[in-house]
Structure formats: C-alpha cells, structure tokens
T-cell receptor, first 116, second 111 residues
C-alpha cells in the first residue's frame, strides 16, 4: 500500500494478557517509530528503529513493552501483562531517514488498544 | 528539547483565515519548527516546516520572526474539513525522530 499500515485497528483485551501490534511501513523507509496517544493528548514517543536495530528505546514505559523489526521492514510492538493504563492508540510512523534528518514522518491510523 | 505553548482551542468560520501562534522561547540554533495536523481516528500528518522568515506551500504558510521564539501557522480560507488538532513542534536536527507533540490546538470550523 501507499501508506503506513497498522493492524489490528482495534484490540480489546483483558488485564494481564499479552498483545502484539503490527506496523507495515512505507516501502523503502529505513526509519520506523512507535508512539502512544492517550485521549486528549498528543502522541508520546516510545521507540525508534533505524533499519533492524532499535536506535532509541528510551520512551518505552517499562519492561513489559518490547518492539522488534527483524528484517528492517515490518515491526511488532509487544506488550506483556497488559494493564488498564496501557489503553491508548498506538501509532506507527516511518520516514526515509532518521536521526539528523528533518524529513517528515508518515503516520499510520493507529491501533486502538483497550484493556478491560 | 524546547517546549512549545499554543492555544488549547480556536473557533472559526468557513472562508476565514486562521492563524495559530505557537511560543517556543527556548528554541535552539539547530531547531526547526514543524506543524502537524491530526483528524479524529487518524495519525498526525505533516503540514509545513521552517527555520526562519516565511515558508508557504499548497496547504499553509508559516511565519517565523527573526528571534524565532514564536511561529504562526496560517490557514487561508478554511473549510469544514480543516477541523482538526494542530500541533506545533520544535524539531532538533540531531534527533528529529523524537518529536515532542504537546496537546495541540483544537480548531473547530463552523459553517
């Protein structure tokens, strides 16, 4: 597709369960980002990949959150032992460059996670 | 990273020009100013970016005074479809991936 694709668009789970959210970036974009957005707030940075490696994961809130990008394209955000406070929209973005590049970020529509 | 301050909300009518001003008093020499737009249930979308003076594209204009401590996003002749949240970001060249969004300005365009 032409844009960043995220699946699922909606996920409802129970407290304590494990969740995976997938991001398919724009073809050829080497940089990939995960953000989290709570209701009424702006997106909050979680992690940034340049190629296959996580160049900056300082935004991950705790060790229950983990993300991978094994082949430098698709990325998966993994959340273990989900808590109600994890409920938010998880946004993925990609760009041609990365750190040091002021090019724009292209965002997907997000995955809305609800933890009951 | 510089902190930005912008109005929480603004109202306008179709056909009017809308100006949203953002303050960034602690902007650094190598920071760019970037604006994003976000519609409900969508991710943010890049609108415009500038360093100083004026930048114009097909969507908006961005005015940046000489001291760069503020910037103004100008939307000419808004329509109902411009109702959205607008974010002002200060974007360091050395870590442009770590965008700090803030809460943005909610623009409501009325008929």
């Amino acid at each position: 597709g032409a844009g960043v694709s995220q699946t699922p668009s909606n996920k409802v789970t129970e407290k304590g369960k494990y969740v995976e959210l997938r991001c398919d970036p724009i073809s050829g974009h080497t940089a990939l980002y995960w953000y989290r957005q709570s209701l009424g707030q702006g997106p909050e940075f979680l992690i940034y990949f340049q190629g296959t490696g996580a160049a900056d994961d300082s935004g991950l809130p705790n060790d229950r959150f983990f993300a991978v990008r094994p082949e430098g394209s698709v990325s998966t955000l993994k959340i273990q032992r989900t808590e109600r406070g994890d409920s938010a929209v998880y946004l993925c973005a990609s760009s041609l460059g990365g750190a040091g590049n002021t090019g724009e970020l292209f965002f997907g529509e997000g995955s809305r996670l609800t933890v009951l | 990273l510089a902190k930005t301050t912008q109005p929480i909300s603004m109202d306008s009518y179709e056909g009017q020009e809308v100006n949203i001003t953002c303050s960034h008093n602690n902007i650094a020499t190598n920071d760019y100013i970037t604006w994003y737009q976000q519609f409900p249930s969508q991710g943010p979308r890049f609108i415009i970016q500038g360093y100083k003076t004026k930048v114009t594209n097909e969507v908006a204009s961005l005015f940046i005074p000489a001291d760069r401590k503020s910037s103004t996003l100008s939307l000419p002749r808004v329509s109902l479809s411009d109702t959205a949240v607008y974010y002002c970001l200060v974007d360091p060249m050395d870590s442009s991936y770590k965008l700090i969004f803030g809460s943005g300005t909610r623009l409501l365009v009325r008929p």
